[in-house]
């Protein structure tokens, strides 16, 4: 009797079952979506046991909360990579700005899922408060200008740039835009431009200067 196909083994190191898991959660997601990833279908493209998953994420809602984290950490690394190579005439806040945009419209998949699993949490994982995107906009906000002992105006300032942000990633793509994209010089121009329209991605004077 023939036997059925195994599934294709994907080798990890001892100790990173979870990282396999989460990498496989990933893969999985950006194919088929979220409504259909489970923790047997993780378990499969992990080429672990269905049981496997279980040692480290309790049900799906887990593993959809680690795949959010990632998300955030690489959202955090691609705005501050761009912050690197902006050049030293560029609007730092447009630049994050930008950056966001692209990292939305690249995954997508990963993006609706940090966002879906934001949604009703009271707090954000601190790691990501003190040392993530969020921490790099305020600490991008205080370079533009903001007092940075007025933690309320701060917090409201940041709030703005991430719903603007959030806002242009949701419109951005839409087709009506096309004209407009091409008549600036493609994409990253079209979204500089936006961006550069809004006040709050405006630099403010320092107190000192006013």
Known sequence: M????????????????RR??????????????????????VAREAGVSPAAPYHHFRDKSELLDALAIEGWDQLGLEMRAA??????????LVTL???????ARQNTAIYRV????????ETMPEKLRDDGA??????????????????????LAAIAVWCAAHGVAEMGGFKEFGPLKTHLGGEEAFLR??????DIFRPKPAAWAV
């Open 20 to 41: 396999a898991l989460v990498g496989a959660g990933r893969r999985l997601l950006e194919v088929e979506g979220g409504a259909d990833l489970s923790l047997r279908a």
């Open 97 to 103: 700005g930008v950056a966001y945009v692209q990292f």
């Open 2 to 17: 023939e036997q059925a196909p195994v599934a294709e083994s994907r080798p990890y190191h001892h100790g990173d079952l």
């Open 83 to 92: 912050l690197a190579e902006a050049g030293p005439d560029q609007n730092r």
């Open 114 to 121: 940090m966002f879906a699993c934001s949604l009703n949490r």
């Open 193 to 198: 431009a936006v961006f550069s329209q809004l």
């Open 134 to 155: 969020y921490r790099l906009v305020c600490d991008t906000l205080v370079e533009s200008g903001l007092d940075p002992e007025d933690e309320m105006g701060l917090e």
